[in-house]
């Protein structure tokens, strides 16, 4: 008997974004895959899902990956999540997808049980100007960030990037030294699907001072958009 992983889509925010079909397949599955066990919980609970969890997250090693791939291979049916959003999109999902499409090949289904993600719902508020876009994920801390940063700049395309409470200042701040063309507009949506969420658009000083005059306006997930 082969097993089956499903790649399931969760809330980002508000846990009414939960399909009917993620639902019936986290509480078919043998074991739910999650990046961090207390964060899925938390979700589990609020829909009465009893099923048991793994953790599989960015510091999971080969020995995890290895088990994981004997599950599959006794016929188990897994459940891939992430904190929030859809696995495989700046997350450490599609490091597991590859492992086991290298390892199982065709033996293993991979199937995907699709629903929210942050970079949808962010492009879907946008406008016009983003039917064609470079999607960068997270920007590297420090080595490359500089390539990409000159990437945005140069793209003929627009530009769609995630950042952390943690450096969206430092973020904002770069845009702003770069030179860039007449009638590009930046946009930034903020604590999306959640009770706060916010969405801002202009210069990438403008954006800045609006979010710097509240301190709370700092916290959160941000989806940075910038249109050519």
Do not use: W
């Amino acid at each position: 008997m082969s097993g089956i992983l499903r790649i399931v889509a969760t809330p980002i925010g508000n846990l009414e974004d939960m399909t009917l079909r993620a639902l019936r397949t986290l509480k078919e599955a043998d074991f739910i895959l999650c990046e961090d066990t207390r964060t899925t919980k938390h979700l589990l609970d609020h829909y009465q899902i009893k099923t048991s969890t793994i953790s599989y997250h960015q510091h999971s090693g080969e020995l995890k990956i290895d088990r994981i791939i004997d599950l599959l291979n006794t016929g188990k049916s897994l459940a891939l999540v992430t904190d929030a959003g859809t696995p495989g999109i700046s997350d450490p999902g599609g490091k597991l997808v590859s492992a086991v499409r290298e390892k199982l090949g065709n033996a293993i289904k991979i199937e995907s049980v699709p629903g929210v993600s942050a970079l949808a719902a962010a492009v879907s508020l946008s406008g016009v100007g983003f039917d064609r876009f470079l999607f960068l994920g997270f920007l590297p801390h420090k080595k490359g960030r500089q390539t990409m940063l000159k990437q945005i700049l140069t793209s003929e395309y627009s530009v769609v990037l995630y950042e952390s409470k943690h450096r969206i200042v430092k973020l904002l701040e770069e845009l702003s030294a770069l030179k860039f063309p007449d009638g590009t507009e930046v946009m930034v949506a903020r604590e999306l699907t959640k009770l706060f969420e916010s969405f801002y658009f202009g210069s990438p000083e403008e954006i800045l001072t609006a979010l710097q005059s509240k301190e709370s306006n700092l916290k959160g997930e941000f989806v940075v958009l910038i249109k050519k």
